[in-house]
Antibody, heavy 119, light 109 residues
Framework: QITLKESGPTLVKPTQTLTLTCSFS??????????VGWIRQPPGKAPEWLAL???????RYSPSLKSRLTIIKDTSKNQVVVTMTNLDPMDTATYYC???????????WGPGTLVTVSS | QSALTQPASVSGSPGQSITISCTGT?????????VSWYVQDPGKAPKLIIY???YRPSGVSNRFSGSKSGNTASLTISGLQADDEAHYYC?????????FGGGTKLTVL
C-alpha cells in the first residue's frame, strides 16, 4: 500500500522560508522512472505544480516559482523535502506531495497540509 | 491564469452522460499524450481517474473515459451518479512544465 504524508508548519510569517517534508511508504524513490513532487492549492482554486524530483535526482521546478524553490530527497529515509523562500500571503494554500509515476501522472497523493502565511 | 482551459461548471441528471473539455493554448496537448484527469471531493486530495489521455487506473469505474482531439482533451462520464458531483481537473506534462486546468465543478441535478 502506497502512502504519502506531508508535515511542516501550519503558520508562517511573510518573508520567512517554508520547509515541508513528505514522508512516504510502499514504494522506493530509487525505482527507475518514479518521482515525488509538490503541488499546492489555494483555497477555492485549482492545483498548481511546484517541484518534482526523480529517482535519479533529476529536479524540475515550476518556471514561475523556480527562483524560490529547492527540492531534495533522502532515499534512505523515504522522504522528500521542499523549501520555498520569501513567503507571501498569496502562498497560503494546501500543500500536497504526490508520487509521479512512470506513466507521467500523479497516481498517489498525500492528504495535504494547510499552510497559512500571515503576520 | 491556467494555460489549460476548462469550463467552470457542467451539470447533468442521473443516468445521463457529460463531457468536460480541457483546451491548451498552443499545440501543447496535441503534441503530447501525457494528459491526466483528477477528481476532487471537498476537503480531500485529488484522485487520479485517467492517465495518458484515455487509460483508467485499476479500480476506477469504466463510466469514466478520456479522449483527445487536436489541442483539446476530454473527460466523459457516462451513467451519471449523485456521488460523481465533485471538482474535476485536467493536467498535462508539457516540456518542462506540469500544468493543471482551472477545474470544472460537476453538479448532478
Amino acid at each position: 500500500q502506497i502512502t504519502l504524508k506531508e508535515s511542516g508548519p501550519t503558520l508562517v510569517k511573510p518573508t520567512q522560508t517554508l520547509t515541508l517534508t513528505c514522508s512516504f511508504s510502499g514504494f522506493s524513490l530509487s525505482t527507475s522512472g518514479v518521482g515525488v513532487g509538490w503541488i499546492r492549492q489555494p483555497p477555492g482554486k485549482a492545483p498548481e505544480w511546484l517541484a518534482l524530483i526523480y529517482w535519479d535526482d533529476d529536479k524540475r521546478y515550476s518556471p514561475s516559482l523556480k527562483s524560490r524553490l529547492t527540492i531534495i530527497k533522502d532515499t534512505s529515509k523515504n522522504q522528500v523535502v521542499v523549501t520555498m523562500t520569501n513567503l507571501d500571503p498569496m502562498d497560503t494554500a494546501t500543500y500536497y506531495c504526490a508520487r509521479r509515476s512512470q506513466i507521467s501522472c500523479w497516481d498517489h497523493w498525500g492528504p495535504g497540509t494547510l499552510v497559512t502565511v500571515s503576520s | 491564469q491556467s494555460a489549460l482551459t476548462q469550463p467552470a461548471s457542467v451539470s447533468g441528471s442521473p443516468g445521463q452522460s457529460i463531457t468536460i473539455s480541457c483546451t491548451g493554448t498552443s499545440s501543447d496537448i496535441s503534441d503530447y499524450n501525457f494528459v491526466s484527469w483528477y477528481v476532487q471531493d471537498p476537503g480531500k486530495a485529488p484522485k487520479l481517474i485517467i492517465y495518458e489521455v484515455s487509460y483508467r487506473p485499476s479500480g476506477v469505474s469504466n463510466r469514466f473515459s478520456g479522449s483527445k482531439s487536436g489541442n483539446t482533451a476530454s473527460l466523459t462520464i457516462s451513467g451519471l451518479q449523485a456521488d460523481d458531483e465533485a471538482h474535476y481537473y485536467c493536467s498535462a506534462y508539457i516540456g518542462d512544465n506540469i500544468l493543471f486546468g482551472g477545474g470544472t465543478k460537476l453538479t448532478v441535478l
